[in-house]
């Protein structure tokens, strides 16, 4: 299972709105809405901020959402704050591992 | 609170074995699925094994089939992965993290034990 395509990074600076896609395959994003979305500061705990594609748990800001169309899922951020620079991942079920990630993409807040 | 604590890393020699344990506490265990998902130096993060909430249902990535095994207690809380046969490249942080179900994600990790292989 080939991981899901991300850009490495991305940048915008405080108060922008920023999206970071993600492309898989008619096998992970495209079959399932079982996408989801982390936030990694390196050291620590991976976050979980979107699941099922758009749904934020619980203490997550709304500032996060989440979106797909077809093989592509897309993270937006908007309101951009100097603790959103992190790595974020998305994850999607498959039919074959069951899960897969993309490559990450770190975010830098100007 | 919800707590997950990974040890049992460290150096180990090529060809070597190395066991993980995943300490959880603060939630019913054994209603959790759970997963291993680990992170090279300087890649990102790549899922590892999946163990069902019974034991029922176990997946491996291809990249550890054969080599790793993944186990639970859940009269202990507690998680392993049994990996032998390590490689270099397997190197790597590895992560716990729990799953109530494959919609929701995996809500909550560890953070993560170092696996250094090398002679």
């Known amino acids: 299972q080939s991981a899901l395509t991300q850009p490495a990074s991305v940048s915008g600076s405080p108060g922008q709105s920023i999206t970071i896609s993600c492309t898989g395959t008619s096998s992970d994003i495209g079959a399932y809405n079982y996408v989801s979305w982390y936030q990694h500061h390196p050291g620590k705990a991976p976050q979980l901020m979107i699941y099922e594609v758009s749904n934020r748990p619980s203490g997550i800001s709304n500032r996060f959402s989440g979106s797909k169309s077809g093989n592509t899922a897309s993270l937006t951020i908007s309101g951009l704050q100097a603790e959103d620079e992190a790595d974020y991942y998305c994850c999607s079920y498959t039919s074959s591992s069951p899960w897969v990630f993309g490559g990450g993409t770190k975010l830098t807040v100007l | 609170e919800v707590q997950l604590v990974e040890s049992g890393g460290g150096l180990v020699q090529p060809g070597g074995s190395l066991r993980l344990s995943c300490a959880a506490s603060g939630f019913t265990f054994s209603t959790y699925s759970m997963n291993w998902v680990r992170q090279a130096p300087g890649k990102g993060l790549e899922w590892v094994s999946y163990?069902?909430?019974?034991?029922?249902?176990?997946y491996y990535a291809d990249s550890v089939k054969g080599r790793f095994t993944i186990s639970r207690d859940n009269a202990k809380n507690s998680l392993y992965l049994q990996m032998n046969s390590l490689r270099a490249e397997d190197t790597a942080v590895y992560f716990c993290?729990?799953?109530?179900?494959?919609?929701?994600?995996?809500?909550?990790w560890g953070q993560g034990t170092l696996v250094t292989v090398s002679s």
């Open positions: 163990i069902s909430s019974r034991s029922s249902i176990i």
């Open positions: 993290a729990r799953e109530e179900d494959i919609k929701y994600g995996s809500d909550y």
